[in-house]
DNA sequence: GCGGAATTAAACCGACCGGTTCAGTTGATG
DNA sequence: CATCAACTGAACCGGTCGGTTTAATTCCGC
């Protein structure tokens, strides 16, 4: 039973140098991962089938099972990807050195271009309808995605506060509700599919520009208010 | 096939005033959406049966299917009368007669307070989970829910910018940012199951004299400024 | 206490699920 | 070109699902 899960990780030594171990060929990894992305992101998590999958993906059901323990560890290996390279491109710019407000529109505008991606709203869907069944797969999501981004935020905000461009109490939540207010009227209705297509650049910057506009004059330094 | 769904809708009067017809009586029927609301939302949509529903509502499968001619249908009714109930007790507040800040007060505390219970959060998940797969479902929802109240609170604001005390150009949108605001660090980490208690009193007074501050702040009278 | 309708419990249906197995095919390596 | 492991395809397993059927039982007005 336990035999094709526990591939006892084959020292890469051992391997002659041609033919990748079973279950580590990147290549045919990564294509298992796309095709399974495309089936859950359009079937949901529970609809989807491990058969749809390795039909997607062009590989035998077999194979999936020795890439993957099972249908959950697949589905957070999707996860874990995509957030990871979607995050790291976020924090990436939030440079404390450059001028707030356009650092602010820049990272706002990018946050909301990613969520409102067709896959990454799907994602969203999935995780949080599996979060009340499988808890650990919302709290990793949200806290290795989500969170992570509110924390470098309220980080970004303090540096501004310390400057006196801004007055802020608590910054890590500031930064949760500068997110919350970008995604006003655009995001929520796209989860409930209510809107079925991404919004229009223009919308985007001009929900970022309301938002920092808002927050701005909400938490304007006592002197000037 | 259709003979239990079609049920042909016995007329009241040929009913001889005694026992409800088939699939009719209003206290059977509540007695269903009560155990099935707990199925649900403890277990989610796909990972329920209607063998787990009729078990805990107390009644045969059989019975289930003369109230409810499927599983989709019966989750949809049930959303449906908890967010009638909810929704016309939060739009009741919005009296425009009263004081604005105060008015806000207790909707804003009260919008949060009901998407805080455990049911309505279940509920949510539920909704974008399958918001997928079953669009009807989600986009209903959404438009007789959370769409409903932004509107209502566009209209309140509406009055509000005519009297002068703010200066809005776009109140539905303003009206979806003060919703977002108020959710800040609270509903979201709920839905991805971060958080798995409701908050307290304070948090969501909190949260909500933080949104109303800002967004006078942000919306207050060009003179103002 | 009879008659007829509402309800019940349980068996049943076909479909499909996640996951496993295995005989056979492919393809790189030496 | 022989070898050997990775991979394939399809059958297969036990289980569960949504939904239906049926025969027995309960309930209620008369």
Redesign the pocket.
């Known amino acids: ?5 526990l591939t006892p990780e ?1 020292a890469r030594e051992d391997r ?8 580590t ?1 990147p290549q ?1 990894r990564r294509q298992i991962l796309e095709g399974a992305g495309r089936i859950f992101s359009t079937t949901g998590f ?1 609809a ?5 999958v390795a039909r997607e993906a ?10 993957f323990q ?3 560890h697949l589905f957070t290996a999707i996860c874990a990807e995509r957030r990871d390279r979607n995050i790291s491109e976020i924090l990436s710019l939030l440079d404390t050195e450059k001028p707030f407000e356009s650092v602010l529109t820049e990272f706002g505008t990018e946050v909301l271009t990613i969520l409102s991606e067709p896959f990454v709203v799907a994602a969203h869907r999935i995780v949080i309808g599996v979060a009340e069944r499988m808890p650990e797969v919302g709290t990793e999501f949200f806290e290795r995605g989500p969170k992570r981004v509110s924390a470098a935020l309220g980080k970004f905000l303090d540096h501004h506060v310390a400057a006196g461009r801004l007055e802020i109490a608590d910054t890590y939540f500031a930064a949760t509700q500068f997110l919350e207010l970008i995604q006003a009227s655009i995001i929520r209705p796209r989860l409930y599919g209510a809107i079925t297509s991404p919004p229009t650049r223009d919308e985007i910057e001009k929900n970022v520009a309301s938002a920092i506009a808002i927050m701005t004059a909400g938490y304007a330094p006592r002197e000037q208010r």
Chains 1, 2 share one sequence.
Do not use: I
Not at 1 to 5: G, K, L, Q, Y
Not at 16 to 23: D, H, K, T, V, W
């Open positions: 039973m336990e035999a094709a899960h084959p002659r140098g041609g033919r990748p171990a079973a279950g060929d045919k529970d989807s089938s491990m058969s749809d062009r590989v035998s059901k077999a194979t999936l099972y020795v890439y099972d249908k959950e």
